[in-house]
C-alpha cells in the first residue's frame, strides 16, 4: 500500500515536472527570438513630438502640458488600446501611424501636432531664421470636430470659439 502509494506520488511528480518544463518551454522559445531580432522600423512621418517644440515654445508647452490632452491616452484601459477604435483620438499621429504603432505609439496624448499638424518642416525652416515658410496651419474648428464630435464615447458637446483658447493658456 505504502509502496504503491509512493510510487504512484513519484510518477505524479514526474507528471507535474514533465507539465511545468513543457509550460515553460514556449515562453522561452518566443521570448529568445525578440531579443535577437533587429529593432522594428518606427515610422513617424513628419511628427516629431512635443518635446521637439518645447526648445522654442516653452511657455506653450508648459500650458499645454497643464491640459488633459497631454494625458489622454493615459485614460484609456489596456484592453482599450487594441486597434484604432479608441486610440485615433487619444493619440498624435496620422491614421497610418496609428493603425501601424497600436498600442505603443511613438506619440501618445493629444500632442501640439495633433492640433497644429506635422512640425518638422517648420522646424528646420525656424532652426535657420525663416519664420514664414512652413509656418503651421492655423487652428479651425475642424481642427478640434475631428475627435470632439459625437462618435466618441463621452462626448460632451463642443464650442470652438469659447474653448479654442483652453489648447494652452499662455500667461
Ligand atoms: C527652432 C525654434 C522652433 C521650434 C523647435 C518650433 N518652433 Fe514654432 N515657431 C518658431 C518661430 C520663430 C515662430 C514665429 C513666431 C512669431 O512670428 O511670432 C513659430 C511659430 C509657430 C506657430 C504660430 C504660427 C502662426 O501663424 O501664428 C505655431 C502654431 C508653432 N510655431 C508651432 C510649433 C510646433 C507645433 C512645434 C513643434 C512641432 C514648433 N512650433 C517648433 C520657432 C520654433
Ligand atoms: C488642442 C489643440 C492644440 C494643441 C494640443 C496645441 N495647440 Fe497651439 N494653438 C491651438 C489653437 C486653437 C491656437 C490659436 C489660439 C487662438 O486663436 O486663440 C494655437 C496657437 C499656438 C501658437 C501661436 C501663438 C498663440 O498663442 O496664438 C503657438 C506658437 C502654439 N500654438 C504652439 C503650440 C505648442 C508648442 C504646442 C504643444 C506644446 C501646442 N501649441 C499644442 C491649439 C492647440
Ligand atoms: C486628436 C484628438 C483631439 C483633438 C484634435 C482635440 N482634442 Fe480636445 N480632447 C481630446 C481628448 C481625448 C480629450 C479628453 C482628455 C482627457 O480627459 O484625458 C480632450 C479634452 C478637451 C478639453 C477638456 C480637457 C481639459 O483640459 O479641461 C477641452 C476644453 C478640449 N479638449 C478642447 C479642444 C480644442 C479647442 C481643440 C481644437 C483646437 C481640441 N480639443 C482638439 C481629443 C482631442
Ligand atoms: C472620435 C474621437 C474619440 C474616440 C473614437 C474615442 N474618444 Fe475618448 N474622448 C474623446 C474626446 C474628444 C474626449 C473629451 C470629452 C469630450 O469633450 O467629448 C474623450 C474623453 C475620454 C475619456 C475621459 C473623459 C471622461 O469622461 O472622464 C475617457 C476615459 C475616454 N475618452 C475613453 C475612450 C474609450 C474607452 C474609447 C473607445 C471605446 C474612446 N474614448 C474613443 C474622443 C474620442
Not at 502509494?5 to 518551454?25: E, T
Not at 504603432?101 to 497644429?116: I, L, R, Y
Amino acid at each position: 500500500m505504502t509502496v504503491l502509494l509512493r510510487k504512484s506520488m513519484v510518477a505524479l511528480a514526474g507528471v507535474v515536472i514533465v507539465i511545468s518544463v513543457a509550460a515553460r518551454q514556449p515562453v522561452a522559445q518566443s521570448s529568445a527570438p525578440a531579443t535577437s531580432a533587429p529593432a522594428p522600423v518606427v515610422d513617424n512621418g513628419d511628427y516629431v513630438g512635443a518635446d521637439a517644440c518645447k526648445v522654442c515654445h516653452e511657455k506653450h508647452y508648459e500650458a499645454w502640458a497643464a491640459t488633459k490632452h497631454s494625458r489622454a491616452f493615459s485614460k484609456l484601459q489596456a484592453s482599450e488600446r487594441e486597434g484604432s477604435a479608441c486610440i485615433r483620438c487619444h493619440v498624435t499621429g496620422t491614421d497610418a501611424m496609428i493603425a501601424a504603432q497600436g498600442a505603443t505609439p511613438s506619440f501618445p496624448n493629444v500632442q501640439c501636432e495633433g492640433c497644429h499638424g506635422p512640425g518638422a518642416a517648420h522646424i528646420e525652416a525656424a532652426k535657420t531664421g525663416d519664420t514664414v515658410t512652413d509656418r503651421p496651419k492655423p487652428t479651425t474648428e475642424a481642427t478640434c470636430t475631428r475627435c470632439h464630435n459625437d462618435t466618441s464615447p463621452r462626448y460632451k458637446p463642443f464650442f470652438y470659439s469659447a474653448m479654442k483658447g483652453l489648447s494652452h493658456q499662455v500667461k
